[in-house]
């Protein structure tokens, strides 16, 4: 592991500052950054601990909840109004990691966090694309069991890990960032990119913006929301495929709208914008859960050992559907 320094940022516009030298790295709660410069994957010359910085609260707003970028994933999931308001995303957290790991991981690092694709974890493989561009990809070709079946590229077909993003993708969260140039918001939807010719870039963060802050608009019926996680072992493991469900229903029992966004198929969290406006109109049943299951995977191109996740999405987004709707 290569030497690095550590610092403690004190205030956001002295980690902004220091994150120009393209050598930093912030460190939340180092629960992946760590692991990756053990391995020799990321190797960072400096950290700025950005754990201190007043970036912690949860804070309720006329428009909703911010959730502060350095709050830990254990505080947010039992947060009261995250479990009463927000129900998908304590429960998308909840299923991510360990309650040890929960107790250190920050929000922030949480949507940052690497692929956990075998070939980028490991340098003594010579080519991954995301870790060094231009290298080839061996997950064409070898283990791809866990990998993507939508939105992939002939550079990379990794799956982006976060449990927790799925569900911000599903309530249309916005992450706050600040950088030099001031601040932006991101709506969370375009925060992660596909793998496209450039899958060494994860998301649109400039390497010199900090977040700050993540913003969960009102959602009315969050109440009636949901998070499947369908894996390999029950705990302490990454999604083959997850389900992210929020539905409103009318006084009839009628779908007056709909969420609904997929983990652990793709590079980035995969809102089915076509699968909620099947379910719209629709009374909930079989029919409807098939339908909308149906649009979510139309496009999907599984490769030779992934094809299970396609009917496994389906039979996924169904249950996680069933079980939202009969929520009270
Ligand atoms: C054994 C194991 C099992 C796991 N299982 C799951 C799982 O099932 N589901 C799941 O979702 N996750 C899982 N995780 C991942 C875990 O959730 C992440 O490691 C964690 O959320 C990262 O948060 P952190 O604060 O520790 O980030 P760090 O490791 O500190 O940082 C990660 C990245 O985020 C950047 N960063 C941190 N804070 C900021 C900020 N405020 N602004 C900009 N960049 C920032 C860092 O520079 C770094 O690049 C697992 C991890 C381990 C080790």
Redesign the pocket.
Same mark, same amino acid.
């Given at each position: 592991m290569r030497a690095f320094a550590y610092t403690r940022a004190t205030d956001v516009s002295g980690a902004v500052a220091a994150a120009r030298d393209p050598d930093v790295?912030?460190? =939340? !709660? $180092?629960?992946?950054?760590?692991? *990756?410069m053990k391995m020799g994957v990321?190797h960072?010359g400096h950290?700025v601990d +950005?754990?201190r910085?007043p *970036?912690a609260a949860i804070e309720e707003r006329e428009s909703g909840l911010r959730l502060g %970028?350095?709050a @830990?994933?254990s505080d947010v999931a039992n947060h009261p109004l995250v479990r009463q308001r927000y129900r998908v995303l304590s429960e998308?957290?909840v %299923? $991510?990691? &360990?309650p040890q790991? @929960?107790n #250190? %991981?920050?929000? =922030? !690092?949480?949507? #940052?966090?690497?692929t @956990?694709c075998a070939y980028f974890y490991d340098p003594t493989f010579a080519e991954c694309n995301k870790r060094v561009p231009g290298s080839g990809c061996a997950a064409l070709q070898g283990y791809h069991r866990m990998h993507a079946i939508l939105g992939a590229s002939e550079a990379c077909i990794a799956t982006h890990? &976060?449990?927790?993003?799925v569900a911000l993708a599903a309530l249309d969260a916005v992450v706050r +960032?600040v950088g030099p140039g001031g601040e932006r918001a991101i709506p969370i939807v375009d925060f992660h990119r596909l793998p496209g010719d450039t899958p060494q870039l994860d998301t649109n963060?400039r390497g010199d913006? *900090?977040?700050?802050a993540i913003d969960l608009p009102a959602l009315p019926f969050g109440r009636r929301s949901h998070y499947l996680?369908v @894996?390999d072992r029950n705990s302490? %493991?990454?999604?083959l495929v997850s389900v992210a469900a929020a539905l409103d229903l009318d006084g009839q029992g009628v779908i007056r709208q709909a969420r609904l966004a997929l983990g652990g198929v793709a590079h980035k969290p995969w809102r089915v914008a076509e699968a909620e406006q099947r379910l719209v109109g629709q009374r909930p049943g079989d029919g409807a859960w098939r339908a909308a299951a149906e649009a979510a995977v139309a496009g999907a191109r599984p490769r030779r050992d992934n094809a299970f996740k396609v009917e496994l999405a389906r039979r996924s987004i169904a249950r996680a559907l069933a079980t939202t709707a009969a929520l009270t």
């Open positions: 790295k912030f460190l =939340g !709660g $180092g629960t992946n950054l760590l692991d *990756l990321e960072p950290l +950005v754990t910085l *970036l %970028a350095t @830990r994933n998308a957290l %299923a $991510g990691a &360990s790991l @929960r #250190m %991981a920050t929000m =922030g !690092g949480n949507l #940052m966090q690497r @956990r890990p &976060s449990d927790a993003a +960032v963060l913006e *900090l977040i700050t996680k @894996r302490y %493991a990454f999604a």
